[in-house]
């Protein structure tokens, strides 16, 4: 239940950042998840319907970009993409990792339609 609030988080910082800038609607947003955020897009996505109804974010159209999960590996120094939820380092199965990527989640982008 917490994608509902990442979700209203969302909107509200989409329709803040378009307020600034004078826009009339929000058209576009694309939100970067890492894979260990334990954000679930599918959710967002139904949230998001309900959340922006009535906004000028209503209708956005919402694209998701997944991040990996990456460590990097005390015993072997290997960086590796994590194939699972493990954290163990792929190369060497060493537990003394350290997370490099996969914990994001954030607004990588918006598209605005300025007033005329």
Do not use: W
């Amino acid at each position: 239940m917490h994608e509902l609030a990442i979700t209203q988080g969302i909107v509200n910082f989409a329709l803040e950042e378009a307020a600034k800038r004078g826009a009339e609607k929000v058209t576009a947003l694309t939100v970067s998840v890492g894979a260990l955020s334990g954000i679930v897009p599918d959710c967002i996505e139904t949230y998001f319907a309900l959340v922006a109804e009535g906004t000028p974010a209503e209708g956005a159209k919402l694209t998701f970009r997944r991040i990996p999960a990456k460590v990097r590996c005390a015993d072997c120094g290997a960086e590796s993409e994590l194939p699972d939820f493990r954290l163990r380092c792929p190369a060497c199965t060493s537990r003394k990792v350290e997370l490099l990527s996969g914990r994001e989640a954030y607004i990588e982008s918006m598209e605005i339609e300025e007033k005329e």
